[in-house]
């Protein structure tokens, strides 16, 4: 699935301009640099934003950023950590898989639905991650933005329609 399926899977314009902001920056690459991401482009997303770095040769990732809205519902920074040391056994396997296949194997994930559960969390949202190369061209973070909302939901409402944490990829070429 290409970048055009990747849009028309979300759900929400801000997720859209951002996914778009990347698009543009990376230009004739597979994915952007970091140095050539347009904050400005993402600020409407920002307080959302969050993302890890991956450490091909030790297969760790080590937080790089938060924005504020995540960072209240982690309850701490994750700048530094290692992932496998800032999530439980158990949360740490929820994201890990998916991390790793946006990273390595180059692709954009989405996912709908209940975000951050693995944290105890009942926000509904949607996720987006994509690659970036951090040093050098190919990838070696994962940025990505979650849209949520704690509010409680009736019958028929966006709780109702949604898979749970059911990542959907899609490759990157245009």
Do not use: C
Request: aromatic residues 10%; glycine residues 10%.
């Amino acid at each position: 699935m290409s970048i055009a399926l990747l849009l028309a899977e979300l759900t929400d314009p801000k997720l859209s301009a951002f996914v778009a902001s990347w698009n543009e920056v990376r230009g004739d690459r597979l994915v952007p640099r970091w140095r050539d991401l347009d904050i400005a482009g993402m600020k409407h997303v920002l307080p959302y934003i969050w993302s890890w770095e991956y450490d091909r040769a030790t297969d760790v990732f080590t937080g790089k950023l938060a924005g504020e809205e995540v960072l209240e519902v982690i309850g701490r920074g994750l700048r530094g950590a290692k992932a496998h040391e800032f999530y439980t056994p158990a949360q740490y396997r929820a994201v890990y898989d998916w991390s790793r296949r946006v990273v390595v194997e180059q692709l954009g994930v989405v996912i709908t639905g209940q975000v951050f559960g693995h944290m105890g969390s009942g926000a509904i949202g949607q996720r987006v991650g994509l690659p970036v190369a951090l040093k050098g061209d190919t990838a070696d973070l994962i940025l990505g933005v979650t849209l949520f909302d704690f509010r409680q939901t009736g019958a028929g409402s966006i709780r109702d329609s949604l898979t749970f944490g059911n990542p959907k990829f899609f490759t990157l070429e245009r």
